[in-house]
């Protein structure tokens, strides 16, 4: 299918939720001058919550309803280029080491939350038992 306007403004929408939602939580736990630890829950989260959007029987269902809540809602949530900023800052303070840390730790552990909850797709229903 291709995405039309409706596709376009569901990932809008969804991803001006996603941003404030993240945006929130950085207000209420924001990062300090150590390991990020905000941003690098965000991202697990998010890739955990990404892989799991074919677990939701209206993801599956509805190509909008997909497309509003991962590449709008987890797009807008997840944040690389805050991520590769803290790395840097990391890294012009000199702790080379955790920002390497930061790094590879935020990949491990996001494939790791993929995997576990990617997991869980095999004992999905089929599209027709929904």
């Known amino acids: 299918m291709t995405p039309g306007p409706r596709h376009f ?7 001006a939720c996603g941003a404030v939602v993240r945006y929130a939580a950085t207000q209420a736990q924001p990062d300090g001058a150590g390991f990020p630890w905000t941003t690098f829950a965000i991202n697990v989260v ?12 209206v993801a599956r269902r509805s190509p909008v309803w997909a497309a509003a809540l991962g590449p709008g809602v987890l797009g807008g949530f997840t944040t690389f280029s805050a991520t590769s900023e803290q790395a840097r800052s990391l890294l012009a303070d000199g702790r080379t080491g955790l920002a390497a840390a930061y790094v590879v730790g935020t990949l491990a552990a996001g494939l790791v939350a993929v ?3 990617g997991g869980l797709a095999p004992s999905l229903p089929a599209e027709d038992e929904l």
């Open 46 to 57: 998010g890739s955990a919550l990404l892989a799991g959007l074919l677990l939701l029987p």
């Open 9 to 15: 403004l569901a990932v809008a929408a969804g991803g």
């Open 115 to 117: 995997v576990v909850v």
